[in-house]
């Protein structure tokens, strides 16, 4: 098992489209791992970083300094070549970069009243889109090519979001999702499906995306609490589950692909059947709602992303016996963990520290 260490705290952190390399982000430069082997890949210190975004496993990254020195300023986006060193591209603009996400066809910057939207080869300029005021740079962004979406808040005052077509170029829907401003939004890797979470933090909301209909509502707590960060599981046809850090310290987990509640009916079953069901309580049962208690000490930010899902079935019914998944955690204080999880047919949920290291 690697075992880096530094005194620097995290300043960034990003996983590549399939989870399988991880970058941070520090006061000293930016580093990029193996997420399997915790092997470091790659390391460059030359100062300070607030946004390091990869291209799956390609060489290309797009960096974004914390403005500690003039030639790291945070208006500049660089595209750079880790193999040879070298700066492909630099992009300037009149005010701070605060979110740049890819696919293999767009390069998406988010600034705090607009989003530029690039040909990623060209870096040709496709759409520039204006925003409500943005200054935490949220946004959520699928790297389906079929179904490639971009999400933004469309308002300040209450949680709605913005999806748009950045490959059609056009405004695919609205989706009003809370009554208090949006603090955090996921789409799954699919783009069919995107989570939200406002400032209030109690509730998570799913919609398809396709008809911008609320799909499931679920409680993560009772009290407010910043919600860090969302994602869904990387299942190839399905987000089975959905995990959401918060400040509170633990890891909230909903299971979206279990058909066994006893007030499902069976034609309900399968994931579909449950997530459309003919009527839509605004709160699912707690029995699909499970806690990683104390993962992170309170209030520190933390980065995280369930990959390897592996669904086990009944080979003569097809019923969902099991869901094994690895969840892996990167904290704002240097550390990297890997929790293992598994959740049976029953939807009771076991699961345990994989491994731990400092970043």
């Known amino acids: 098992m690697a075992n880096h260490s530094s005194s620097s705290s995290i300043l960034c952190a990003s996983f590549n489209q399939d989870f399988s390399y991880f970058a ?113 740079g949220i946004c959520a962004f699928s790297p389906c090519l079929d179904a490639c979406y971009l999400a933004l808040p469309a308002s300040t005052t209450k949680g709605s979001a913005l999806l748009y077509n950045v490959m059609n170029r056009h405004l695919h829907c609205e989706i009003d999702a ?19 979470a406002s400032e209030q933090g109690t509730i998570i909301r799913v919609h398809l995306v396709s008809d911008a209909t609320k799909s499931y509502s679920f409680r993560r707590g009772t009290y407010p609490s910043t919600i860090f960060s969302l994602t869904f599981g990387p299942s190839k046809q399905l987000p089975d589950i959905l995990a959401a850090s918060s400040s509170s310290g633990s890891i909230h987990l909903f299971t979206l692909g279990f058909a066994s509640h006893p007030s499902r009916s069976k ?26 208690h104390n993962t992170v000490p309170a209030g520190v930010k933390s980065y995280i992303v369930i990959r390897k899902v592996e669904n086990l079935t009944n080979s003569s019914s097809s019923e969902l016996l099991a869901c094994r998944a690895i969840l892996s955690v990167i904290t704002s204080n240097g550390f990297f963990k890997e929790y293992n999880l598994s959740i049976n047919a029953r939807n009771e949920l076991s699961w345990a520290l994989g491994r731990e290291f400092n970043l």
């Open 178 to 196: 809370h009554r208090s401003p949006l603090a955090a939004m996921a789409l799954s890797s699919n783009g069919m499906y995107i989570a939200t």
């Open 24 to 136: 941070v982000g520090t006061r000293d430069g930016f580093r990029i791992f193996d997420t399997n082997t915790g092997k470091l890949c790659y390391e460059r210190a030359v100062g300070a970083f607030v946004i390091v975004e990869m291209l799956f496993s390609s060489s290309l990254l797009a960096i974004v300094g914390a403005g500690d020195q003039p030639s790291l300023s945070p208006r500049r986006l660089c595209l750079f070549n880790k193999i040879t060193g070298a700066a492909l591209k630099e992009l300037n603009f009149l005010t701070s970069i605060l979110a740049v996400r890819m696919n293999r066809q767009r390069l998406v910057v988010i600034l705090q009243d607009k989003a530029y939207v690039y040909e990623i080869n060209s870096l040709s300029i496709v759409d520039i889109i204006d925003t409500v005021p943005n200054i935490k």
């Open 267 to 292: 034609s309900s079953s399968g994931f579909l059947g449950s997530i459309i069901p003919g009527a839509v309580s605004d709160v699912l049962d707690p029995a699909y709602h499970h806690v990683l």
